[in-house]
Nanobody
Framework: QVQLVESGGGSVEAGGSLRLSCAHS????????LGWFRQAPGKEREGVAA?????????????MGRFTISQDNSKTRENARNTLYLQMSSLRAEDTSVYYC??????????????????????WGQGTQVTVSS
């Protein structure tokens, strides 16, 4: 079973930067969609960014130009280590949320069409808190 573990959250002043990481044990499919979502108290879950297995990326308009999603699929001799990243810059108070990474077996086209819909993903991390003070 795929396990996703986020890290890198914390508190930062507005205008600052953070990088979130999501370590996963290696998604067992050659085609997949990996995404970052966030949810603030009292608000609905929001798709932030996603990357398909072919490298295609998608972003929410609210983070475009400020956030970058990427992945590292380096393999060690013992096992395959895969990490999903979300580099966040020019952070704003409204970026304050719990951030989750998620994964689903998916074609690149499916990822582009449905990446922002959390219900389409079937593996989730536990979340990491990001707090931006103004």
């Amino acid at each position: 079973q795929v396990q996703l573990v986020e890290s890198g959250g914390g508190s930062v002043e507005a205008g600052g930067s953070l990088r979130l990481s999501c370590a996963h044990s290696g998604y067992p499919y050659s085609s997949y969609c990996l995404g970052w979502f966030r949810q603030a108290p009292g608000k609905e879950r929001e798709g932030v960014a996603a990357i398909a297995s072919d490298g295609t990326t998608n972003y929410a308009r609210s983070v475009m130009g400020r956030f970058t999603i990427s992945q590292d699929n380096s393999k060690t001799r013992e096992n395959a280590r895969n990490t999903l990243y979300l580099q966040m810059s020019s952070l704003r108070a409204e970026d304050t949320s719990v951030y989750y990474c998620a994964a689903v077996k998916s074609s690149a086209q499916y990822c582009s069409d449905f990446w922002s819909q959390g219900s389409r993903f079937n593996a989730w991390g536990q979340g990491t808190q990001v707090t931006v003070s103004s």
